[in-house]
């Protein structure tokens, strides 16, 4: 009977063995994921250019002209 009990034991550290390996697979795939995207531009630069870009494009629709062509766009 303890022989029983030592391979329900043993079979119980395997199992929890594989899930914690795919665990770690799972959180270092989604961690290269965040660092690099399918076409292989780091998330942190498309974010650094996002920021430098954003003030730029506020500025254009706050003007007249900027407001003349959205309006223009959405009637199409």
Avoid: C
Avoid at 31 to 57: K, Y
């Amino acid at each position: 009977m303890t022989e029983h009990i030592i391979r329900q034991q043993g079979a119980s550290l395997q199992k929890g063995a594989a899930t914690e390996d795919r665990r770690e697979k799972k959180t270092a795939r989604a961690a290269a994921s965040t660092m690099n995207r399918e076409d292989g531009v780091p998330q942190q630069e498309l974010e650094r250019f996002a920021r430098f870009l954003l003030p730029t494009i506020q500025a254009f629709y706050q003007s007249e002209e900027g407001q003349r062509l959205f309006e223009e766009w959405k009637k199409r």
